[in-house]
């Protein structure tokens, strides 16, 4: 059985922190694999409302390249209208047979849990594995697996935020992350 993990969001952009939690997820349960699942449409977050999803695809692939273990899934970039993790979990379900998937989310989400869509049913495709978040307690009745993450406070917004005010961003996102929003001219750079 191959043993997965599951990282989704709207990588808008990608950025050290989502590959720290990636990296420190699959050493720590000893997974085979992390796929990254950019979401279509968020329930509980937006997307930069200008970015195509095949910059946000592009990104994602500069950031993870290089690393065996790391995958793009973009079955929820296929699909239209909002990204429910249920729905999601239940088509990789029922196409990877041979595969036990763990879905890793933060503190904030932990905490958002109860109002997950289906989040009972879910529970029965996926074992959550829980990461800190600074503000954020992992604290739950749900069964959920814990990993200890080095404290690298970062986000999408603010490195977007850093964009648009002409800021560094280095050591933020991986390099040729940085160029191709350069290129791209993203995020008002």
């Known amino acids: 059985m191959k043993k997965v993990g599951i990282l989704g969001g709207t990588f808008d952009p990608p950025h050290h922190g989502h590959l ?19 979401n279509q449409d968020p329930p509980h977050k937006e997307k930069s409302e200008s970015l195509k999803n ?36 239940m088509e990789l379900t029922n196409e990877y047979k041979n595969h036990r998937f763990y879905f890793i989310i933060g503190a904030d989400m932990i905490e958002y849990l109860p109002k997950w869509y289906k989040v009972d049913e879910l529970l029965k495709l996926v074992k959550f594995i829980g ?21 690298f406070s970062v986000s999408s917004s603010i490195i977007r935020n850093r964009f648009k005010e002409g800021k560094t961003v280095r050591y933020l996102l ?11 001219q993203l995020y008002g750079t």
């Not at 910059?55 to 273990?69: C, T, Y």
Request: hydrophobic share 40%.
């Open 131 to 151: 990461v800190n978040r600074p503000n954020f307690q992992k604290e739950t009745t749900y069964p959920i697996l814990s990993a200890d993450i080095p404290e």
């Open 54 to 89: 095949e910059d946000r695809l592009n990104m994602l692939k500069l950031a993870i390249k290089g690393h065996p273990n790391f995958i793009i899934q973009p079955i929820e970039l296929n699909r239209p209208g909002r990204s429910y993790t249920f729905d999601t979990m």
């Open 174 to 184: 991986p390099d040729p992350v940085i160029h191709y929003i350069k290129e791209k």
């Open 20 to 38: 720290l939690i990636a990296n420190e997820v699959l050493c720590q349960f000893h997974l085979d694999e992390i796929w990254f699942l950019p």
